[in-house]
């Protein structure tokens, strides 16, 4: 069973910045598509950023594109998500998210629409304005 564990959330105003990690418990996260969903409170889980598990493809969001930046260390089986130009339509629990890709060919549209394998428990985001 992979393990996601994320840290980073917190309170920050309005233009602030922010850096979400995600240390997943795998060997590698080479094989694995990973991303960052959120979920505010009475809205749905969204699509926020993903990151391909080859060829450095990463998609973002259309509310988020040019403020977030996606990222990842697999020498630390890492993922990152820096945060800038935060707003308050920003506050949501942010999920890591993984899909073991490289075995079962899915492909990265697929893990955006939220078809991951393994879930994280969340790490909160409020941006006061």
């Known amino acids: 069973q992979v393990q996601l564990v994320e840290s980073g959330g917190g309170l920050v105003q309005a233009e602030g910045s922010l850096r979400l990690s995600c240390v997943a418990s795998v060997r590698t996260i080479e094989n694995y598509n990973m991303g960052w969903f959120r979920q505010a409170p009475g809205k749905e889980r969204e699509f926020v950023a993903a990151?391909?598990?080859?060829?450095?493809?990463?998609e973002y969001a259309d509310s988020v594109k040019g403020r977030f930046t996606i990222s990842r260390d697999n020498t630390k089986n890492a993922l990152y998500l820096q945060m800038k130009d935060l707003k308050p339509a920003d506050t949501a629990a942010y999920y890591c998210?993984?899909?073991?890709?490289?075995?079962?060919?899915?492909?990265?549209?697929?893990?955006?629409?939220?078809?991951?394998?393994?879930w994280g428990q969340g790490t909160q985001v409020t941006v006061s304005s």
């Open positions: 990151s391909q598990w080859y060829g450095d493809v990463v």
């Open positions: 998210a993984a899909a073991a890709a490289a075995s079962t060919w899915e492909t990265l549209e697929d893990f955006m629409q939220g078809r991951a394998d393994y």
